[in-house]
């Protein structure tokens, strides 16, 4: 294997993609980050505020039309590891035009993998996937628990996560995939369920709970995601998928009155229920045992110490968060 892996992150505006981009920086890796949008304020990109020595080169490129670009990035920088964050990723949003989900999850993407098997540099391909593909589980599930997907978004990626076993299969296509459990910290957009209560309780707006909050997930902070996937990156076995989730669950109406209560607030007066969207699944609980055996991965930042963490950064950016997009906007 190359002794200095080259990385190229695709994706690096997403919530995820920008934490992975300052983690690997901070460890010192050099940097090749592509996202469809123009790079977004400094408040939701954290290799932005924390200033690394060793940077992210950014450039603007569309897996859904510039193929050609990649393919000239990929053999300019000699790229050995591609991580991919890029996707349609709202859930309930898919309803709506589910085919543009179909295009970039599905049709794009094994584009993209067409791309890649075709690069004779590729040492290891990062395929950041979804837990929605199980739909609503039951008990702790292994990375071998079947695909029922309730929604087109999660179709969409089971469709993706399929295409790519069958590269493996005939190919040996260098892949490893990863599953997190509910990924949250400092720079998410303000339409997710943390910073959004938050930023409800800073600014005296109504929360509104789909179903009550009854839906029960595990929440990991990106830190630790990150962590885990470059890990998994690096030495995680070709072909396979590892989870990555803690055990600590909570029900979203837990985690909102918890945020409210740490920032002095009354559930009542900042929280409205709501009716429960179409598709939602009741709960995930990911089995994270082979990340934590084979990889030797932990996760050591609780909800507690990480709800403290988005705080800090929505006050560290109090200024500027009227200018962030508070609701999805949806790009085709």
């Known amino acids: ?72 990035l990929l053999r300019a920088e000699r790229i050995t590891h591609v991580v991919n964050f890029a996707a349609q990723s709202m859930v309930g949003e898919s309803w709506a035009n589910p085919d543009h989900w179909m295009m970039t999850n599905v049709v794009s993407t094994v584009r993209l993998h067409e791309r890649l098997r ?39 990626r089971a469709a993706g996560d399929m295409s790519l076993k069958s590269y493996f299969d005939a190919y040996g296509f260098p892949f490893v995939a990863t599953r997190a459990a509910n990924v949250y910290g400092p720079g998410q957009q303000l339409y997710r369920i943390i910073p959004r209560t938050i930023y409800a309780a800073m600014t ?68 409205e229920i709501g009716p429960e969207r179409p598709g939602k699944d009741t709960a995930y609980t990911l089995d994270s045992f082979k990340l934590r055996t084979d990889l030797g991965w932990r996760d050591v930042i609780s909800l507690e110490q990480g709800v403290a963490d988005v705080i800090a950064w929505a006050e560290r950016f109090s200024g500027v968060l009227d200018q962030l997009p508070a609701r999805y906007e949806h790009k085709p």
């Open 118 to 156: 075709r690069y004779d540099g590729l040492e290891r391909y990062v395929h950041v996937t979804t837990p929605e593909v199980y739909g609503s589980t039951e008990g702790w599930v292994r990375e071998d628990y079947r695909f029922n997907p309730s929604t087109p978004y999660a179709v969409s």
């Open 204 to 271: 005296g707006q109504k929360l509104k709970l789909d179903g009550g909050g009854k839906s029960v997930r595990v929440f990991i902070h990106m830190r630790d995601v990150s962590d885990a996937t470059l890990k998994i990156s690096l030495n995680g076995t070709l072909g396979e998928t590892y989870h990555i989730s803690g055990y600590e669950l909570v029900s979203i109406r837990q985690l909102v009155e918890m945020i409210l209560a740490r920032l002095g607030k009354p559930f009542d007066d900042y929280v």
């Open 1 to 72: 294997m190359n002794l200095s892996p080259r990385f190229l992150v695709l994706g690096s505006n997403s919530f995820s993609g920008a934490t992975f981009c300052d983690f690997l920086a901070e460890q010192g890796h050099e940097v090749i980050a592509t996202s469809r949008s123009p790079e977004p304020h400094e408040a939701m990109l954290p290799y932005k505020w924390a200033k690394r020595p060793s940077g992210v080169q950014f450039h603007r490129v569309d897996i859904n039309h510039d193929l050609d670009a990649l393919d000239a």
